[in-house]
């Protein structure tokens, strides 16, 4: 009786045949082999495979998506991560690649980063005009700039071009949410230098960025989130809730003017005493006037935010 021959499973198949187009340089037919593929076993080393037929077909895009579901694996291994700084280098992502390099300095991609950020300011001027005249008009409108915009605005500019935009409009904008965006970049981006910008109150203030960290980072945002779960998470999860949601959304406003730390507790104890006003706690609404300060600066946060509905 005759061996029966084992037949490929599915992934082998393919791959196989995923592999053989792209040999034959039938990128286009390799594509679907490698999306049907990826579809059925979504992996790592799956996803290589579609991340190198989207390059080779120029969908720069479309490979920084992939790529980017699996940074940690691509941040993992030295290889991988010079695959995953040029795939976002060909995707003009500048800033995100001055991002990545800051936790994991590497000289040879920083020059190559340079080399191709110095070539873009040369062949890419018109575009530049474009985004510097859509950042005056953002920093003149009183709304947020929401993730796919401001991710597209950045996408082909340098870092040394983001600062100077900076230098130039962040000292008179009136937009209050613009401002964060701005210092939670550049601070992401390792920027040292000391700059200008305007406080919610409209004052002129110095802010030296290499003594700044990010929002989610800061001293102060961590201790407010761990006070306000200490305070309210036994008692009442929803007022635990609701105090860390508009805390972020205060502070998100006020970044990089955050209160001391040494205020934190005060501004836990003012909201808290706001909930316990609002279920007719008449000795709570009292003892907010010892708050006055910091009540000025939420009613004014959400003025900022009422102006949006």
């Keep these: 009786m005759s061996e029966m021959i084992p037949f490929p499973d599915k992934e082998t198949q393919l791959l196989a045949s995923g592999t053989r187009k792209m040999l034959a340089q039938d990128y286009l037919s390799a594509k679907k082999d490698f999306e049907k593929l990826y579809n059925f076993a979504p992996s790592f080393e799956n996803v290589q495979q579609l991340i190198e037929v989207y390059r080779l077909l120029g969908d720069f895009e479309i490979a920084v998506f992939y790529a980017q579901e699996y940074e940690a694996e691509y941040l993992s291994n030295p290889n991988f991560f010079e695959q995953y700084i040029h795939l976002l280098l060909l995707d003009k992502q500048y800033l995100w690649v001055h991002r990545l390099l800051k936790k994991r300095p590497n000289e ?38 929401f993730g796919k915009k401001w991710e597209s605005w950045l996408k082909g500019l340098s870092l040394s071009r983001f600062i100077y935009l900076t230098k130039k409009y962040l000292p008179t904008i009136e ?34 960025l290499s003594k700044i960290l990010p929002l989610p980072q800061a001293p102060q945002m961590v201790l407010f989130l761990e006070l306000a779960a200490e305070a309210w998470e036994n008692k009442d999860p929803q007022i635990a809730e609701g105090i860390a949601m508009e805390g972020q959304a205060h502070f998100s406003l006020l970044y990089p003017f955050l209160p001391e730390v040494s205020e ?37 946060l959400r003025e900022i935010y009422q102006e949006l509905m």
């Design 108 to 145: 040879k991609l920083q020059k190559d980063l340079i080399q191709l950020e110095t070539t873009q300011e040369f062949i890419a001027e018109y575009d530049l005009q474009l985004k510097e005249q859509l950042f005056a008009q953002w920093g003149q409108q009183k709304q947020p700039i």
């Design 264 to 300: 934190i507790p005060r501004w836990i104890e003012s909201y808290s005493l706001e909930y316990q006003s609002m279920f007719g706690n008449e000795k709570a609404l009292e003892s907010l006037k010892n708050y006055r300060n910091i009540q000025q600066t939420k009613q004014k």
């Design 175 to 208: 937009n209050s949410f613009l401002l964060p965006k701005v210092v939670e970049e550049l601070v992401s981006c390792g920027v040292k230098e000391t700059l200008s910008f305007k406080t919610i109150d409209g004052r002129l203030q110095t802010v030296d």
